[in-house]
């Protein structure tokens, strides 16, 4: 498997924190590796590198973010096989904590046993929307009335089986009664051109994805899933505030080491995470990416994670999802 490293190039010990050792805080004592699962140039890449960027200024060492394109099992993966000394680190997606464990029939790792969520990191919203020119709803009530009347019922797209919008878009049909057809591509890049050309009639996606679109108006935002109104996109409402209830689905990110990591050290990471997202600039470069920084202890993170596990493991029991 190929990847791709990057080095942010501040030089390791100019800007290192005062008192992080007088304070016996040693870590990290060297460059640190940032393994992410996905492409460079996407949202979560980018998120990746801002924070990553902040955190080698404040430690004084070098952070290398390592792209492994294919998915969040292979970023997985790599970081349980690695040396527990706090010096590797991985952005795990919530489909390793709350999904996968669910989607498929083997993994090559235990989310519970091999890795240590030490914080959330963001987590972005996921837009309802529709080809304008290929669907006349304007909101989600008259797009549930059209696709129940559809012959036939609809399809929907996703960047593929098991992912948050694949799922999103089949509680979505469960809920509303709507026959619907899942079609899943490899990710966005095939799914919007596909949604233009009316062969695809609806997708939950990442805002992040579909903004150029939506603001071209060559899609139609109907609802967001986020718990609120997202700053991007103030006309478009909630999916509660369109009736649906019960649809805050916000795909969210973690930082884990693998296990064996001495407890400081993954507590150190959350501490400078919560640090080095505060403030209103932080926040406006995550809203650019259709993100928004979340912070928590390692404790508040295992928590969060198990409440949120029942919803997922619902959610591909209604997708009829399996990969075997």
């Given at each position: 498997?190929?990847h791709?490293?990057?080095?942010?190039?501040?030089?390791?010990?100019s800007?290192?924190?005062?008192?992080?050792r007088a304070?016996?805080?040693e870590?990290p004592?060297?460059t640190?590796r940032?393994?992410?699962?996905?492409?460079?140039?996407?949202s979560?890449d980018?998120?990746t590198?801002?924070?990553?960027e902040r955190m080698?200024?404040?430690?004084?060492?070098?952070?290398?973010?390592?792209n492994?394109?294919?998915?969040?099992?292979?970023?997985?993966?790599?970081?349980a096989r690695?040396?527990p000394?706090?010096?590797?680190?991985?952005?795990?997606p919530?489909?390793?904590?709350?999904?996968n464990?669910?989607?498929?029939?083997?993994l090559p790792?235990?989310p519970?046993?091999?890795?240590?969520p030490?914080?959330?990191v963001?987590?972005?919203?996921n837009?309802?929307?529709v080809?304008?020119?290929h669907v006349?709803a304007?909101?989600i009530?008259?797009f549930v009335a059209?696709a129940k009347?559809?012959?036939?019922?609809?399809s929907?797209?996703?960047?593929?089986?098991?992912t948050?919008?694949h799922l999103?878009?089949?509680?979505?049909?469960?809920?509303?009664?709507?026959?619907a057809t899942?079609v899943?591509?490899?990710?966005?890049?095939?799914?919007?051109?596909?949604?233009?050309?009316?062969d695809?009639?609806f997708a939950i996606d990442?805002l992040a994805?579909y903004?150029?679109v939506?603001?071209?108006g060559?899609?139609r935002?109907l609802?967001i899933?986020?718990?609120?109104?997202?700053p991007?996109?103030?006309?478009?409402?909630?999916?509660?505030?369109a009736g649906?209830?019960?649809f805050?689905?916000?795909?969210w990110?973690?930082?884990s080491?693998?296990?064996?990591?001495?407890?400081?050290?993954v507590?150190?990471?959350?501490?400078l995470?919560?640090?080095?997202?505060?403030g209103?600039?932080?926040?406006?470069r995550?809203?650019e990416?259709?993100?928004?920084?979340r912070?928590s202890?390692?404790e508040?993170t295992?928590?969060?994670?198990q409440s949120?596990?029942?919803?997922?493991q619902?959610?591909?029991?209604?997708?009829g999802a399996?990969?075997?």
């Amino acid at each position: 498997m190929t990847h791709r490293r990057s080095v942010l190039l501040v030089a390791a010990g100019s800007l290192a924190a005062p008192g992080l050792r007088a304070q016996g805080r040693e870590w990290p004592s060297r460059t640190v590796r940032v393994i992410v699962g996905f492409p460079p140039g996407g949202s979560v890449d980018v998120l990746t590198r801002i924070l990553a960027e902040r955190m080698q200024a404040r430690t004084g060492q070098i952070w290398v973010v390592e792209n492994r394109p294919g998915g969040g099992n292979i970023s997985a993966e790599a970081l349980a096989r690695s040396a527990p000394d706090g010096h590797t680190i991985a952005m795990l997606p919530i489909s390793i904590y709350a999904i996968n464990r669910f989607l498929y029939a083997r993994l090559p790792f235990d989310p519970d046993r091999d890795l240590i969520p030490a914080s959330l990191v963001w987590d972005f919203p996921n837009v309802a929307v529709v080809p304008a020119q290929h669907v006349s709803a304007r909101d989600i009530a008259s797009f549930v009335a059209w696709a129940k009347a559809r012959p036939g019922g609809i399809s929907y797209g996703s960047s593929g089986v098991g992912t948050t919008i694949h799922l999103s878009g089949a509680l979505f049909a469960a809920r509303n009664g709507i026959e619907a057809t899942h079609v899943p591509f490899r990710g966005a890049a095939q799914t919007i051109p596909a949604t233009l050309s009316g062969d695809i009639h609806f997708a939950i996606d990442g805002l992040a994805s579909y903004m150029p679109v939506i603001q071209e108006g060559k899609v139609r935002a109907l609802a967001i899933t986020a718990d609120q109104r997202w700053p991007t996109l103030p006309e478009v409402p909630t999916m509660a505030e369109a009736g649906v209830a019960d649809f805050v689905v916000m795909p969210w990110s973690t930082w884990s080491f693998p296990a064996g990591t001495p407890p400081r050290i993954v507590a150190r990471l959350a501490e400078l995470v919560r640090e080095l997202t505060a403030g209103p600039e932080m926040a406006r470069r995550a809203i650019e990416v259709g993100a928004r920084w979340r912070a928590s202890t390692p404790e508040e993170t295992r928590a969060f994670i198990q409440s949120e596990l029942p919803r997922w493991q619902e959610m591909v029991r209604i997708s009829g999802a399996r990969v075997e």
